[in-house]
């Protein structure tokens, strides 16, 4: 079955920056979309940052665009998000998610798998 294992998360004091990366095994389909998503304490889940494998475009939520990138090493099945001048409102837990068939790029909903999720905090 497709396990995903997040990695990359820690503290850092805002303007720092993190990487973020995702270890997939298990896929049986040849289109298969993934993305990153947070949930901050107190506040819905919300996407990110989305990319289909293969695929050379990305799609971002407004608040980290110019700010996070998203990509893919399909050699080593690892999908990664560097984030920079990261904000206290960064702060969450950030979960790698995949599906086998096409979703909305950033609503939970359509995604089937996931991670256990890695910790950001940024703060002063």
């Known amino acids: 079955q497709v396990q995903l294992v997040e990695s990359g998360g820690g503290s850092v004091q805002p303007g720092g920056s993190l990487r973020l990366s995702c270890a997939a095994s298990?896929?049986?389909?040849?289109?298969?979309?993934m993305g990153w998503f947070r949930r901050a304490p107190g506040k819905e889940r919300e996407g990110v940052a989305s990319i289909y494998i293969g695929s050379v475009t990305p799609y971002y939520a407004d608040s980290v665009k110019g700010r996070f990138t998203i990509s893919q090493d399909n050699a080593k099945n690892t999908l990664t998000l560097q984030m920079n001048s990261l904000k206290p409102e960064d702060t969450g837990t950030y979960y790698c998610?995949?599906?086998?068939?096409?979703?909305?790029?950033?609503?939970?909903?359509?995604?089937?798998?996931w991670g256990q999720g890695t910790q950001v905090t940024v703060s002063s």
């Open positions: 998610a995949a599906v086998s068939w096409s979703a909305t790029p950033l609503a939970d909903y359509g995604y089937k798998y």
């Open positions: 298990g896929f049986t389909y040849r289109n298969y979309l």
